[in-house]
């Protein structure tokens, strides 16, 4: 397996943090250099040819979004930087604040002469208060070194809701509102903060823009896949013997990336399954995996996702009905209750695997289980509701038998 280090490049250098690391490992040097001599318009071309792609878990083109942004407002623009990565099995974006801070604020500075933007705001879950207190570190240094003369950065701290983490909500919040996900405009457009035009990408899409600026488009398309260019930090957790954050690049086999950074499944288990993208993707199963390619284009084809590359591994002795109760008790906590399908039905179908586990439930119950599904799909505001369907089918699909295991009939509880 090649390995590529493009964001993770200094993660290992002790002190990483510091502006006198990072610049004695080239921070703040040749791709700022670069950006400034460059045309806003010609950044965001740059970015465009690169392919970048968003890494916060919906994958749509980052150069696209960036074109979105007007450049000749009388409204000032601003830059909304997402860490607020809340979703069980991610933790990708917490590496680089804590690693390399110095890096996400290069690529801060490069994105906001891109987009003409004054402003950025990083936000962040309130719970994180170690990361925040590296990454101000990071920025009051930059402040002191004269480094951010043209742009302000500010911190914004959450109050911990996993939906703030959907960039509407997460600028409902900024505004100082509840964060609840906003309605889609029917057509293409940037996303508004107190009615300005905003950009909102996630830390690692911006941590990788300095790279591009230093080696242009193609240095970037020589890593990954033609339509998935370059490298994601994947996370891993679960039942492997080394767990932890590891980039790699786009293309690469799952199980070769579980085998060679993750050391394989712990004590000598097998492999029973594998959620691929965060809690909200649909789960593979082993024989899946053994196929599977880390790039959204695979992993679409077979009816999951990508994701933010947060990989739950599972070994055989994971009892999937369990698994999966302990997701639906997250998605009824953190529905933040504006459709009625995803309000009612996250808090139903938690009942209803309450059920089934208790070993009082039925076949009947299950098909129940798919119906109440099927009603989350496709009728809210966001995707919130439709991922955690397809979480539900997914397991019911293609696990079925572990869940007819307590059916109260037979009484074969596993
Ligand atoms: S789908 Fe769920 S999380 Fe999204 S807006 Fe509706 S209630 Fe809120």
């Known amino acids: 397996m090649r390995e590529v280090k493009i964001v993770s490049k200094h993660f290992s250098i002790k002190d990483s943090h510091t502006l006198k690391v990072a610049k004695a490992n080239g921070a703040y040097s040749n791709a700022l250099k670069k950006a400034y001599k460059l045309e806003p318009k010609q950044i965001i071309e740059i970015i465009k040819e690169s392919g970048l792609r968003g890494k916060g878990g919906g994958g749509a083109p980052a150069g696209e979004k960036w074109s979105l942004m007007p450049q000749d407002s009388d409204k000032p623009s601003f830059l909304a930087v997402n860490c607020d990565e809340s979703e069980p099995g991610t933790f990708k974006d917490r590496q680089i604040i804590s690693k390399d801070p110095h890096l996400l604020i290069e690529g801060i500075l490069i994105t906001c002469h891109a987009i003409k933007a004054k402003h950025a705001y990083i936000y962040i879950r309130g719970e994180y208060k170690q990361y925040q207190d590296i990454l101000q570190g990071a920025i009051d240094e930059a402040y002191t070194e004269g480094l951010l003369n043209n742009c302000d950065i500010t911190i914004h701290r959450g109050a911990g809701a ?44 911006i941590a990788s823009v300095p790279y591009i600026i230093d080696n242009g488009a193609e240095g970037y398309r020589k890593f990954g896949t033609d339509k998935s260019p370059g490298t994601l930090l994947f996370a891993m957790s679960g039942h492997v013997k080394n767990r932890g954050v590891y980039e790699a690049e786009f293309g690469t086999g799952m199980w070769d990336y579980i085998e060679h950074f993750g050391g394989g499944i712990r004590d000598g288990k097998k492999l029973k399954a594998v959620i691929p993208g965060g809690a909200s993707t649909d789960i593979l199963t082993a024989d899946e995996v053994m196929e599977a390619k880390l790039d959204y284009e695979y992993l679409r084809s077979i009816g999951s996702a990508l994701g933010t590359g947060g990989m739950i591994v599972m070994d055989e002795d994971t009892n999937m009905v369990e698994a999966l109760k302990n997701l639906l008790e997250f998605y009824h906590e953190e529905s933040c209750g504006q459709c009625t399908p995803c309000r009612e039905g996250t808090g139903l179908s938690d009942k209803l695997v309450e059920k089934i586990l208790s070993g009082n439930g039925s076949s009947e119950d299950i098909d129940e289980l798919l119906e109440i599904s099927d009603t989350m799909n496709g009728k809210t505001i966001c995707v919130f509701a439709p991922a955690v369907s397809s979480v539900i089918n997914s397991f019911i699909g293609k696990f079925r038998d572990e869940f007819e295991a307590y059916n109260k009939s037979t009484g074969a509880k596993i």
């Open 162 to 205: 996993y939906i703030c983490g959907e960039k509407s909500a997460l600028l409902e919040s900024m505004e100082g509102k509840r964060g609840h996900p906003r309605l889609k405009p029917k057509q293409k457009e940037c996303e508004w903060y107190f009615s300005n035009p905003t950009l909102v990408n996630n830390v690692e899409t």
